[in-house]
């Protein structure tokens, strides 16, 4: 297999990653450019076996997005609207847990929480929130509140950093997602977020989570107008926190998708196939330090997402119930697929599906 | 990878241990030493149906209507006319007519309708799939042999290879029984390359079908090839199962891009794979082009059969042209001969 590369035009960096090398940033770059498909997914998928052997990981989740309210409304956003605008929602405190209680003994593993910045919102809410999704569902783990939403509930109660998450976990929070990293770089920010907090904030708020024994995410929302050296930057800024901490779990690039949000016209389109999967490859590679590399079913489609187990993931993320933001933005993927169906899928791809909870415990694998 | 034909055994050794990226560097491989030019192309084209009765109301077709359905049609001249004179106005070239076995159509009326087209428009008819070849053979009592030749006096260019599913009988029974046999599909390929008509070879896999049976249908057309040569292109599709009575889940993007890698290695003799956007996507079809596919097929400005089944992909030609460039390969609008007509 390895001999078919000998013209490859990354054949050097080939071997750099069959000898465990780390790859710099001119690395990362070069691979970004690459056209050679085969050889990123034949590198990528090096590394895949060598952390997580045949494994591909998976977990039945139920998504709350609480509201679609938000002060800042990004222009990449498809889902935040203003609290005057008709498709405006709040879901009340019972509506929460009338969802909770809904997937009760239902074999949901994790809670998934994520919501506009709300103006009036009390920061009471929020723990009451977790404090009830708790109490109806005390064996499920309540991943909730991207690092923006994070800092947002630290101005509006005033807090440190610290005492938030200090009062989060008291009320039941597990661990965060890895959302609204988007690509760190200012410039890109300041035109697709110009209101959303910097990336140094970003990180700032991920170290403080790990710092106080949280496990978090990571992400990136590439195929807008990121260069490929603002995304090979992004990567390696994770992975150098990441040295520092430990404290990431999985990175989830996430394609942009331009439907309904403000960066529509004129050049905004779909990333293409071999994006993607450049992305989940190369990102594989430069984050030698993360343990998972999730392809986000929702956003690349289920056969792509499949695909993409030869291209460095080990984890497709969830059945997941009732994702609104994505497909605010014109996703056509279905709203959820079965446990069986990702069974058959991963099974079809020549791996072996692990049933798993938020922090990787295996919950079933005797699929 | 030397060069050597792949045996039927090896073949489904690859299908049944092969991995995705082995057999996609492979099918590459093989893909770029027949297509050194580092080009993608497609062809502008459009799906006519020109009815949806059918007599044969296959298992896993969603489009058909039984003869007295109220949703029965038969296209009538002026809305043909009308769709001809919008393909070309798109830049369109071929004209892929096909439809149900209609026990109301006369063949006659089948020759008309051809010799109409030709009189007032331009265009490449690349129409009638072998079962309606046969279904007209056998209205007009002729030979296959005369009913192509009435055809090609009419107009007709060249055979799309449609209603070949899986080229072997035990499978045809059960999702298509009242379907001709694989021998009758490929009898009627073998008279059209005879007659210097060209045809190219589809395989609809992802329904009951073994692995067994995939490697048996491309061999079939592979020695049907070494003796006649006329398939221009192989397109493998996969089941799209909504709608349909068969049902099921439909095969996996790992799959298809498997089942295409080898069909690029086992078809020697064929010069082009087509991928399937229809079937597959934006996404995936750019991502074939990796694993044997070197042309993207057509922009099908109207295609029936397959959204009945659910598949609900829109790839215009501007996004088809950013697929390949983003694949960096140049786009090339080519004829149904595979001559080209444009460089993008």
Redesign the interface.
């Known amino acids: 297999m390895s001999g078919l590369f000998e013209n490859s035009e990354i054949r050097d960096l080939i071997e750099k990653v069959r000898q465990g090398e780390r790859l710099n940033r001119q690395d990362g770059i070069r691979l970004m450019q690459s056209n050679d498909l085969l050889a990123l997914g034949y590198m990528a998928n090096l590394v895949r076996e060598r952390k997580n052997g045949n494994k591909a990981y998976f977990i039945v989740n139920r998504h709350i997005n609480h509201t679609n309210i938000c002060v800042n409304l990004c222009p990449l956003c498809a889902f935040g609207v203003d609290k005057d605008n008709p498709q405006a929602y709040t879901m009340s405190l019972e509506e929460i847990e009338a969802k909770a209680l809904e997937v009760k003994d239902t074999g949901v593993s994790e809670i998934h929480i994520v919501g506009g910045l709300h103006p009036d919102l009390p920061y009471e809410y929020y723990l009451e929130m977790l404090r009830r999704v708790r109490d109806c569902l005390p064996d499920v783990h309540i991943q909730a509140f991207t690092a923006v939403e994070i800092d947002y509930l630290s101005q509006i109660s005033e807090k440190s950093l610290e005492e938030v998450f200090r009062d989060l976990i008291d009320a039941g929070l597990g661990s965060l997602p890895g959302g609204g990293a988007e690509v760190f770089s200012p410039r890109v920010r300041e035109k697709i977020c110009e209101k959303k907090i910097s990336g140094d904030r970003w990180l700032e708020v991920m170290e403080t989570a790990h710092n106080m024994g949280l496990r978090t995410n990571a992400t990136m929302l590439y195929g807008h107008i990121e260069t490929i050296e603002e995304r090979v930057d992004h990567l390696l800024r994770l992975r150098e926190l990441q040295d520092k901490t430990g404290g990431f779990q999985s990175f989830i690039p996430l394609a942009f998708h331009p439907k309904n949000t403000r960066l529509e016209q004129p050049n905004a389109t779909r990333t293409t196939g071999f994006e993607d999967l450049k992305v989940l490859a190369v990102s594989r590679l430069l984050l030698d330090n993360f343990d998972h590399i999730k392809a986000f079913w929702i956003m690349i489609g289920p056969k792509l997402a499949q695909v993409s187990l030869s291209f460095g993931v080990d984890d497709i993320d969830g059945t997941v119930i009732e994702e609104k933001i994505t497909h605010a933005a014109g996703a056509d993927t279905a709203q959820a697929l079965s446990k069986d169906e990702l069974v058959t899928m991963i099974k079809a791809a020549g791996r072996q599906p692990v049933e798993r909870d938020t922090l990787y415990n295996v919950i079933r694998e005797d699929f | 990878m030397a060069g050597q034909r792949i045996s039927a055994d090896e073949a489904l050794i690859l299908f049944e241990e092969g991995?995705?990226?082995?057999l996609?560097?492979?099918a590459?491989?093989i893909r770029n030493r027949m297509h050194p030019e580092r080009i993608v192309t497609f062809v502008i084209d459009r799906n006519i149906n020109y009815t949806n009765i059918c007599k044969v109301g296959c298992r896993f077709c969603a489009f058909y209507r039984g003869e007295n359905h109220p949703d029965g049609y038969v296209i009538n001249r002026e809305v043909l006319f009308a769709k001809i004179r919008e393909t070309i106005d798109h830049g369109g070239t071929q004209l892929l007519m096909q439809g149900g076995l209609n026990p109301n159509l006369a063949f006659e009326d089948i020759l008309n309708m051809v010799r109409d087209i030709k009189d007032n428009f331009d265009i490449h008819l690349h129409s009638f799939s072998p079962p309606e070849i046969v279904h007209f053979a056998e209205q007009a009592n002729l030979t296959i042999r005369q009913t192509l030749l009435k055809l090609r006096a009419a107009g007709l260019d060249s055979l799309p290879g449609g209603g070949a599913e899986i080229l072997v009988d035990r499978v045809r029974k059960y999702i298509s029984p009242r379907k001709i046999s694989w021998q009758q599909w490929m009898a009627v390929m073998e008279e059209a390359h005879k007659l210097g008509m060209k045809t190219t070879a589809t395989m609809m896999f992802g329904s009951v079908e073994t692995l067994a049976d995939r490697v048996k249908h491309l061999v079939r057309v592979r020695e049907q090839q070494d003796k006649t040569g006329g398939f221009t292109a192989f397109i493998p599709w996969s089941f799209q199962p909504k709608n349909t009575e068969l049902g099921g889940?439909g095969?996996?993007?790992?799959?298809?891009?498997k089942t295409l890698a080898i069909s690029r290695i086992v078809l020697d003799n064929v010069p082009n794979i087509q991928t399937s956007w229809v079937t597959?996507?934006?996404?995936?079809?750019?991502?074939s082009l990796?694993f044997g596919a070197n042309d993207f097929g057509g922009t099908m400005l109207e295609e029936n059969v397959v959204r009945a089944a659910g598949a609900?992909f829109r790839v215009p030609i501007d996004e088809i042209i950013?697929?390949i460039k983003?694949?960096?390969y140049t786009p090339v609008q080519r004829r149904t001969d595979y001559s080209h007509v444009k460089r993008f």
């Open positions: 991995d995705l990226l082995s996609g560097q492979a590459n491989l889940t095969t996996t993007g790992h799959d298809y891009l597959q996507g934006a996404k995936m079809a750019q991502v990796w609900n950013r697929c983003d694949a960096g």
